[in-house]
């Protein structure tokens, strides 16, 4: 976590993973306080939390990039690094956060970035379009962003490690929350290497899929490919 009150705002929620597990086990203890409320109790659902020293990274002139060089030191030698990559991650608390820790990151790995984009369009539930569904444009579609459904834009690089965000082949062990490196970039699929689970080395391909969020923030479900 950064230690200033400002960046916490900004960057709420964000931890370096040690590789040491006697510090990995006392964090994950300590994690657990405040969502079992033994840290701090309130009457009105807010409470102040003391977070350990050791915890923080204090020394900092841009939270950002001491988050990053405190979480992957070295990155540009050790990006290619599996067993690097499988004991550190950040955690974001915002949609927006996420995207500056992407972008931040790309800029450290070598070679040409890849764009892609989505095509989005209103779920009809089944049934047959009206005019009502005209008002939505795909370029209004297109800004549209919500939890665990991806960017209307999504930039890549070979070697970017990346993580499925929905059950794609549990068999395979293409899982929610699975961890990869980017190994090729075509067109319509993606090419990487399997960094954690059962199958680690395993090479899978990926393509291009329709995704429709199981709970909408609007007043209709869009479905972004």
Not at 19 to 30: A, G
Not at 83 to 101: C, K, M, N, W, Y
Not at 141 to 157: D, F, S, V
Request: hydrophobic share 35%.
């Amino acid at each position: 976590m950064v230690g200033s009150k400002s960046s916490d705002r900004i960057f709420g929620g964000k931890y370096v993973i040690s590789t040491s597990p006697s510090e990995l086990e006392q964090f994950s203890n300590w994690i657990l306080k405040p969502g079992d409320g033994k840290l701090a109790k309130s009457d009105d659902g807010y409470a102040e939390i003391d977070i350990p020293p050791e915890l923080l990274i204090t020394d900092f002139d841009d939270p950002l990039q001491a988050i990053f060089q405190n979480t992957y030191p070295n990155f540009g030698v050790n990006y290619h690094n599996e067993t690097f990559l499988q004991s550190r991650a950040i955690l974001a608390g915002t949609i927006e956060t996420v995207d500056l820790i992407k972008q931040y990151v790309l800029e450290f790995l070598p070679g040409e970035q890849k764009e892609y984009l989505s095509f989005d369009s209103v779920d009809t539930f089944g049934g047959d379009a009206n005019e009502s569904f005209d008002v939505f444009t795909p370029e209004f579609l297109n800004t549209l962003r919500n939890y665990g459904l991806p960017n209307h834009k999504i930039i890549l690089k070979i070697g970017t490690p990346i993580m499925l965000l929905r059950n794609i082949d549990q068999s395979e062990d293409l899982c929610n929350g699975t961890r990869l490196i980017l190994t090729r970039l075509a067109d319509h699929v993606i090419e990487a290497k399997i960094i954690s689970g059962k199958n680690i080395g395993g090479v899978v391909y990926i393509a291009r899929m329709n995704i429709t969020p199981t709970q909408s923030l609007w007043p209709f479900k869009m479905t972004r490919r």
